[in-house]
């Protein structure tokens, strides 16, 4: 018995390999018993309707693959350059042809201009909900896309309704139809989202409610930044073609030197959303873009048809942009400050009222215009993506380029209805003239006492105007 005991002993002592196997397997066994017990404790906290799929969708979305979309001209034509100068002169050529193209839209008039913002509205829509379907596309999700395009349809004719009742005033009117329309409308449009989220809430299924309502999420905050800066836009049309295009050319302007200044200077990282943004481009573009805004503003302020309001004429049921130019739009003379008159030698300066709002609208588009390309830089990075879309080689989407555009929009529709807009007396009377002959009565006798207690009206007139 003493010799067995002493045998186990030196034999445990030794760990044979097999005892050792066994004693490794048990103790990785046990090291992963807390990572089991997670797994476990994650099952067993998931809530009725929660599966591994709405799990799997809290997980870090893949990335989508991104391709080389140079055109094959461009890249036999510069294919001895390096990667730096090809995208370079890809970026430079494009942007010379997208120039132009603004240019042939602005001489097709407000109309053309209407069409294509329109078009570029639901072509960003369509980008970002594209990348939402993409990163989710293994989830299957029911009427997602349906839903997505529907709820688009809504907020457009909730908003476009708004603006032809607003603008074709006459127009709605005399045609029954459309009376009818714009006397409904906001019914109708709560009607028309109603009927989209009573059938969102009929495709719930249960493996994937969280996901469901995610994309719900995600479409609203799209029809948020895409649909309604859009509207926007097309206000500041109605305003005069030159509060469009000026905000817009100073955001292009931007961006050009912004590249321009930090391809060549650029040395400092600006931002590390955005690598490639330097404070030498940042700083460089806004001086160039303040100097660009004055100089078209100076151009553009001396032609009618920029400058007056696109109204819509029922004779012809076609645009006019014919008025007499107001202060605004008038060259007056301005002292030039003291520290200036030592540099420039001049004491006074000739220049349009306009010129000096156009300082502050190519001041916001340099220096907190960019902050809707950081904010879209940080959204393709959460999603580990280069460009919304390959629709323009170089530049990416459509989303890409107006980026920026959409947070200017916001701005110039707020700057004119805080410093510039005031009451219309066209809108005031078409207004007047749609109500009962009982209540245009009561407007004019309360028009008239006011008038006389203004002493802008005296009895002696009135009578006069009666007799």
Same mark, same amino acid.
């Given at each position: 018995?003493?010799?067995?005991?002493?045998?186990?002993?030196?034999?445990?002592?030794?760990?044979?390999?097999?005892?050792?196997?066994?004693?490794?397997?048990?103790?990785?066994?046990?090291?992963?018993?807390?990572?089991?017990?997670?797994?476990?404790?994650?099952?067993?906290?998931?809530?009725?309707?929660?599966?591994?799929?709405?799990?799997?969708?809290?997980?870090?979305?893949?990335?989508?693959?991104?391709?080389?979309?140079?055109?094959?001209?461009?890249?036999?034509?510069?294919?001895?350059?390096?990667?730096?100068?090809?995208?370079?002169?890809?970026?430079?050529? =494009?942007?010379?042809? /997208? $120039?132009? %193209?603004?240019?042939? +839209?602005?001489?097709?008039?407000?109309?053309?201009? &209407?069409?294509?913002?329109?078009?570029?509205?639901?072509?960003?829509?369509?980008?970002?909900?594209?990348?939402?379907?993409?990163?989710?596309?293994?989830?299957?999700?029911?009427?997602?896309?349906?839903?997505?395009?529907?709820?688009?349809?809504?907020?457009?004719?909730?908003?476009?309704?708004?603006?032809?009742?607003?603008?074709?005033?006459?127009?709605?009117?005399?045609?029954?139809?459309?009376?009818?329309?714009?006397?409904?409308?906001?019914?109708?449009?709560?009607?028309?989202?109603?009927?989209?989220?009573?059938?969102?809430?009929?495709?719930?299924?249960?493996?994937?409610?969280?996901?469901?309502?995610?994309?719900?999420?995600?479409?609203?905050?799209?029809?948020?930044?895409?649909?309604?800066?859009?509207?926007?836009?097309?206000?500041? =049309?109605?305003?005069? /073609? $030159?509060? %469009?295009?000026?905000? +817009?050319?100073?955001?292009?302007?931007?961006?050009? &030197?912004?590249?321009?200044?930090?391809?060549?200077?650029?040395?400092?990282?600006?931002?590390?959303?955005?690598?490639?943004?330097?404070?030498?481009?940042?700083?460089?573009?806004?001086?160039?873009?303040?100097?660009?805004?004055?100089?078209?503003?100076?151009?553009?302020?001396?032609?009618?048809?920029?400058?007056?309001?696109?109204?819509?004429?029922?004779?012809?049921?076609?645009?006019?942009?014919?008025?007499?130019?107001?202060?605004?739009?008038?060259?007056?003379?301005?002292?030039?400050?003291?520290?200036?008159?030592?540099?420039?030698?001049?004491?006074?300066?000739?220049?349009?009222?306009?010129?000096?709002?156009?300082?502050?609208?190519?001041?916001?588009?340099?220096?907190?215009?960019?902050?809707?390309?950081?904010?879209?830089?940080?959204?393709?990075?959460?999603?580990? $993506?280069?460009?919304?879309?390959?629709?323009?080689?170089?530049?990416?989407?459509?989303?890409?380029?107006?980026?920026?555009?959409?947070?200017?929009?916001?701005?110039?529709?707020?700057?004119?209805?805080?410093?510039?807009?005031?009451?219309?007396?066209?809108?005031?009377?078409?207004?007047?003239?749609?109500?009962?002959?009982?209540?245009?009565?009561?407007?004019?006798?309360?028009?008239?006492?006011?008038?006389?207690?203004?002493?802008?009206?005296?009895?002696?007139?009135?009578?006069?105007?009666?007799?």
């Amino acid at each position: 018995m003493t010799e067995l005991r002493q045998r186990v002993v030196h034999e445990s002592d030794g760990r044979p390999e097999a005892e050792d196997k066994g004693e490794d397997i048990r103790s990785e066994t046990l090291s992963d018993l807390p990572r089991v017990t997670q797994l476990e404790s994650e099952v067993e906290t998931k809530t009725d309707g929660e599966t591994a799929s709405d799990s799997e969708s809290r997980a870090e979305p893949a990335p989508i693959a991104t391709s080389d979309d140079t055109p094959e001209v461009f890249n036999r034509a510069l294919s001895k350059l390096s990667s730096r100068w090809k995208n370079w002169w890809v970026r430079g050529i =494009l942007t010379l042809a /997208m $120039i132009a %193209f603004f240019f042939i +839209i602005i001489y097709l008039g407000p109309m053309v201009l &209407m069409m294509i913002v329109m078009c570029v509205q639901i072509k960003c829509f369509h980008e970002i909900i594209t990348i939402g379907y993409n990163v989710y596309h293994s989830y299957d999700l029911p009427w997602f896309r349906t839903l997505s395009w529907y709820f688009l349809l809504c907020v457009n004719y909730f908003f476009y309704g708004e603006t032809v009742t607003d603008y074709f005033f006459t127009l709605v009117q005399r045609e029954e139809p459309l009376r009818i329309l714009s006397k409904y409308h906001r019914f109708i449009s709560f009607a028309l989202y109603l009927t989209g989220f009573c059938m969102f809430v009929l495709s719930l299924v249960k493996k994937h409610y969280r996901l469901q309502f995610y994309m719900f999420g995600w479409t609203h905050v799209t029809l948020l930044i895409v649909v309604t800066q859009s509207h926007l836009i097309i206000h500041n =049309l109605f305003e005069g /073609m $030159i509060w %469009f295009i000026v905000p +817009i050319s100073c955001v292009i302007c931007n961006d050009i &030197m912004a590249y321009m200044f930090g391809f060549f200077f650029g040395r400092t990282p600006l931002i590390k959303l955005s690598p490639k943004k330097t404070w030498e481009g940042f700083i460089g573009g806004f001086f160039a873009t303040v100097v660009f805004g004055l100089l078209l503003s100076y151009l553009m302020s001396g032609y009618r048809c920029f400058i007056c309001p696109v109204e819509f004429n029922n004779d012809t049921n076609s645009f006019t942009v014919d008025c007499e130019p107001s202060d605004l739009f008038r060259l007056q003379e301005y002292n030039i400050p003291l520290v200036i008159q030592s540099v420039v030698g001049w004491k006074t300066v000739r220049m349009y009222p306009f010129q000096i709002h156009s300082i502050a609208l190519s001041t916001f588009a340099s220096l907190i215009g960019p902050f809707g390309g950081f904010f879209a830089s940080g959204f393709k990075r959460a999603f580990k $993506i280069k460009d919304f879309a390959n629709t323009i080689p170089g530049h990416g989407g459509i989303m890409d380029r107006f980026d920026c555009q959409y947070l200017m929009a916001t701005f110039v529709n707020v700057y004119i209805a805080s410093f510039i807009r005031g009451p219309n007396p066209s809108k005031l009377i078409q207004q007047f003239l749609t109500l009962r002959p009982d209540q245009q009565l009561h407007i004019f006798n309360t028009l008239k006492a006011h008038l006389i207690d203004k002493g802008m009206l005296t009895a002696s007139t009135e009578d006069q105007g009666a007799s």
